[in-house]
């Protein structure tokens, strides 16, 4: 188990018990909210360890007097993203957005519901970041409750694979002249957490028969930071180090 699972463990532990699919929406909203704030931090946290100083969000006092996530200004608008690394030099260099979706519809008992929804917003978030900043790297981290890969019927497929199928189009820009709405790399997490157990499963969006690590998911985009930026950092042992000229 590596940094980055221990942190996201830590942090998700500090979440309040899930609310109950019956509860009113708003609850299971600010549930999700609170999901995506926890892995920011972890995130966050385990990228300042690795090298990108001034990643945010940080804890108050780090960084400034709030270290909240940032709001960044976009190509058709400004947009606070969940984690951040910007520099003077280059602006945005990496950026991560986090979703999820953590409560099963009370009409079709599957979590399929929303999975539209949150692609696009998160899809319009790349168009926004990409337009201004091409050269930006951008993670996508998508979180399904554990169940969405067991809720397939007889007629349709799990959640969990639906979602690999419809978010395949919009990963993997290699070319900073690339399509606006891809990130460069997306990731599908199946997610239990609760404050006595936490566990979490990664997969490359497109391969939803292979875990991966946490670690890996660091690694692949830092990789491609040092590769977008080689003037400036190298990637070296699991950490983006500045280029001596």
């Known amino acids: 188990m590596g940094r980055i699972d221990e942190l996201l463990s830590a942090a998700l532990r500090t979440l309040p018990a899930k609310p109950d699919d019956s509860e009113r929406q708003s609850e299971k909203k600010r549930y999700s909210e609170q999901v995506s704030e926890k892995v920011a931090q972890a995130f966050a946290e385990e990228l300042r360890e690795r090298g990108l100083k001034g990643t945010r969000p940080a804890p108050p006092g780090e960084l400034d007097t709030s270290g909240a996530e940032r709001r960044m200004a976009g190509g058709i608008g400004a947009k ?5 690394w910007t520099t003077e030099e280059s602006g945005l260099l990496l950026g991560i957005s986090i979703k999820s979706i953590n409560s099963r519809d009370k ?8 999975l539209t929804n949150r692609r696009g917003d998160m899809l319009m978030e790349a168009v926004t970041l990409h337009r201004r900043f091409p050269y930006a790297v951008l993670g996508g981290l998508f979180f399904l409750d554990s169940e969405a890969a067991n ?12 979602a690999h199928s419809r978010m395949r189009l919009f990963t993997g820009r290699m070319d900073p002249a690339g399509r606006e709405e891809q990130y460069e790399r997306m990731y599908l997490l199946l997610l239990n957490a609760s404050p006595a157990r936490v566990e979490v499963k990664s997969f490359e969006v497109g391969n939803p028969g292979t875990e991966i690590a946490l670690d890996q998911i660091l690694d692949d985009l830092l990789n491609l930071v040092a590769q977008r930026n080689p003037d400036f950092y190298e990637y070296v042992d699991g950490s983006l180090v500045t280029v001596s000229n």
Do not use: I, L
């Open 151 to 162: 809720d397939e019927t007889a007629r349709r497929r799990s959640t969990f694979v639906n």
């Open 80 to 84: 606070k993203v969940d984690v951040t």
């Open 107 to 114: 009409r079709t008992g599957n979590f399929q519901k929303n």
